[in-house]
């Protein structure tokens, strides 16, 4: 089915200087080593090259003479070749690799090289991506070293195989066939996912279900992990914090309870007996009514130092969620992650990582970066992201999100002056952490390719090359992706590109212009609520956030408000709390201004805002033509699919346009300016629809 081997296709290569090329390097294939990563290798090898070439072959497993593509450990490597790649050991670390081209007279030779298997097989996938990029190989000189060690996915699926704000079908696993069937969407999610230097995933939701943690599970669970760990990945489990209760037939789960720190520790035995190279736990605890140590007047430090003690031994990691906002808290939301753990910043044991949404509330078309970043210097922060697009229009609109992930990356802390980038803190450089992570909470199911929306394998695609290397070009991330996945026409890949790299500005513009946000309705998180107010909490109300009265519009973050910018770094402060510096897209993030306040371009904020609201439909209506323009490039069916996804987006940006517009209008008071169009309905009846079916949603918010 078109999709299914996402952006590993293999196409044949037709352009006959390339092809000869390509043909000369892989002329007589070498690749040493017996282990289970090096079978991964000549397996991928044996596949794609007669594709691609389309001559078939076989792989030798000593270096002769004519050897032309040498894949081998630095270890194996014979000592001649050594000495021509002119590095050492050193230079690659664990994971990474070197593809370098070794030319005589007579002959071209590429030789893959890495300390580990798992290294050369990221080399050969390199390789494979390079001639699939058409790029050119006769002098190839490249060194890669990933930059963050736990490159995650974050699976939100249920035991039932629902996944929360999954939009891509149920979820891959199928617990009822495992530990004995080995679904072939295993390997291929695995060869996925190495393909991009993805090295860990967390099977589970982390609304936990504490089922995972027993006997049978574990040994399906097993059975996964020993399917992936020849692409080299780990897996990490969700942990209930109340699991020594619910399986465990204990009272309580006090984090300082003897019969409680035995049960982990038994638990963390049991699970390593199983699978020697567990990652650890990954844990949302007090946070949306999941239980935690605070249910036992504990602290988030007394939570996750007791599992990081019991997983320690074992070299395993204990990845505690920061994602918390308490119904008892009457303050801002935007505050209250920073407030609950900046101060325990030196507290947590070596085996703990913090986990940060990128931004403060909660994965929005646009945040400003969330001011835990930098702000614990001694504690390692790690990155969550997210690939579904639960706020983003799920799998049916086309956002392309590494554009974002790059905004946040690129964002500057100044928690260590100028220069202190997110990307500093995530990698470690800025405050030297022992151990780095990234996290993106996965956008994958069993729909036919993957990811529902065809363009959603660009997220999953982008978000593993940026977790390697997070000061990637998000423009050259979709490059790349494009050229394996449908073509290397420059007549195809200018325009499409274009398109990828500016949509999530569309989104931007007409979901949640100049700085708004969470003004989803209620539940899904897809269509517009923003009159949404009758929720009990009052921070799950969109009028909580955008505060429109008829004085104006947007949540005072400043020190005349919530003081929300106080969290920042002075210089970030400073720059956030005067509306005239504050860069335009996060101004109603931070400040509550009137209606005529006059922006940047010399319109009034009703103004400006109702032309962003229809920007972003104009946006998406050129993403039509533009779609329309390289139906040559694709397969038919490619074609009429995302075709059929635009005129969906079209007409939701139209139905978040109107409905939002008429909604603020009731408080500006105002009439809509030239250009743009009128409503095609009334207030009431945007407030009449009832979104129908929305998949993964959780019953209660
Ligand atoms: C929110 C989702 C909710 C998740 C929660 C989380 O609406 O379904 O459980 O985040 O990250 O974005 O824990």
Redesign the pocket.
């Given at each position: 089915p078109a999709g299914y081997e996402l952006w590993m296709d293999y196409k044949k290569v037709e352009m006959p200087s390339l092809s000869s090329q390509y043909s000369n390097i892989a002329n007589e294939v070498t690749v040493l080593g017996e282990g289970e990563t090096i079978q991964v290798i000549k397996n991928e090898l044996l596949l794609a090259l007669p594709q691609m070439l389309g001559s078939q072959f076989e792989i030798k497993k000593e270096v002769g003479e004519k050897s032309s593509m040498i894949i081998a450990t630095w270890a194996q490597l014979p000592q001649n070749i050594k000495k021509q790649i002119e590095l050492d050991d050193e230079s690659f670390g664990n994971e990474g690799f070197t593809l370098k081209s070794l030319n005589t007279k007579k002959a071209q030779k590429v030789i893959v090289t890495a300390n580990s298997e798992i290294g050369l097989l990221y080399g050969t996938f390199r390789l494979l991506a390079l001639m699939q990029q058409h790029s050119d190989l006769t002098n190839i000189n490249l060194v890669d070293t990933p930059k963050i060690d736990i490159r995650m996915l974050n699976h939100w699926d249920n035991l039932d195989r629902t996944v929360?704000?999954g939009y891509a079908g149920f979820s891959l696993w199928n617990w009822q066939k495992l530990p004995e069937f080995i679904d072939q969407r295993y390997v291929d999610y695995a060869r996925a996912n190495a393909s991009v230097g993805i090295n860990a995933v967390s099977l589970t939701n982390?609304?936990a279900n504490a089922l995972i943690l027993t006997p049978m599970y574990l040994e399906k669970v097993k059975a996964l992990a020993e399917t992936f760990r020849p692409y080299g990945i780990k897996v990490y489990l969700t942990a209930r914090f109340s699991a020594p209760i619910e399986i465990g037939g204990l009272e309580s789960a006090d984090p300082l309870n003897q019969k409680v720190i035995e049960w982990w520790q038994a638990k963390a035995d049991e699970i390593y007996d199983l699978i020697p190279d567990f990652g650890g736990f990954l844990v949302?605890a007090n946070?949306?009514g999941q239980p935690g140590p605070q249910n036992y007047d504990r602290n988030h430090v007394d939570g996750a130092n007791m599992m990081a003690k019991a997983l320690a031994p074992h070299k395993g990691n204990v990845i505690w969620r920061a994602?918390v906002y308490s119904e008892h808290d009457a303050d801002d939301r935007a505050k209250q992650a920073y407030s609950e753990f900046v101060p325990y910043d030196g507290q947590f044991l070596p085996n703990v990582l913090v986990q940060v949404k990128n931004g403060a509330i909660?994965?929005q078309p646009r945040e400003p970066f969330h001011p835990m970043f930098g702000a614990m210097s001694k504690t390692p922060i790690m990155m969550e992201f997210q690939i579904t697009k639960?706020y983003l229009g799920f799998s049916t609109h086309l956002v392309y999100l590494p554009k974002l992930y790059e905004e946040v990356l690129e964002a500057d802390t100044y928690q260590e002056g100028k220069g202190s980038t997110v990307a500093k803190v995530l990698d470690g450089s800025l405050q030297g952490q022992q151990i780095t992570g990234m996290a993106g909470v996965a956008n994958i199911g069993n729909d036919l390719n993957w990811t529902g929306h065809p363009f959603g394998q660009a997220d999953w695609y982008g978000f593993g090359r940026q977790a390697w290397n997070p000061y990637l070009d998000s423009e050259k991330i979709a490059d790349e992706w494009l050229r394996m996945t449908f073509s290397n026409d420059e007549k195809f890949v200018e325009p499409i590109k274009e398109m990828m790299v500016t949509s999530r500005e569309a989104v931007v513009n007409y979901m949640n212009p100049l700085g708004l946000h969470h003004i989803f309705d209620t539940g899904h998180?897809y269509g517009p609520g923003p009159w949404v107010s009758e929720l009990s909490r009052p921070e799950w109300n969109p009028v909580y956030y955008h505060q429109a009265d008829e004085n104006g519009i947007g949540f005072d973050r400043t020190p005349s408000g919530s003081n929300a910018t106080a969290q920042y770094a002075q210089p970030v402060a400073e720059m956030f709390n005067d509306p005239k510096t504050c860069p335009e897209e996060y101004l109603l993030w931070f400040h509550h201004l009137p209606w005529d306040y006059q922006l940047k371009n010399g319109e009034t904020l009703w103004n400006g805002l109702a032309r962003k609201y229809q920007e972003g439909v104009n946006q998406v209506a050129k993403m039509q033509k533009t779609w329309n323009q390289i139906k040559p490039y694709v397969s038919a069916e490619q074609h009429k699919e995302v075709n059929m996804l635009l005129t969906i987006q079209h007409k939701e940006a139209k139905w978040w346009r109107d409905a939002c517009l008429l909604y603020f209008q009731t408080f500006s008071k105002q009439e809509l300016p030239v250009g743009v169009e009128k409503p095609e309905h009334d207030l009431e009846y945007y407030k009449s629809l009832k979104f129908p079916f929305a998949p993964g949603i959780?019953p209660r918010w």
């Open positions: 929360e704000r982390v609304n949302k946070s949306e994602f909660d994965f639960e998180h959780r």
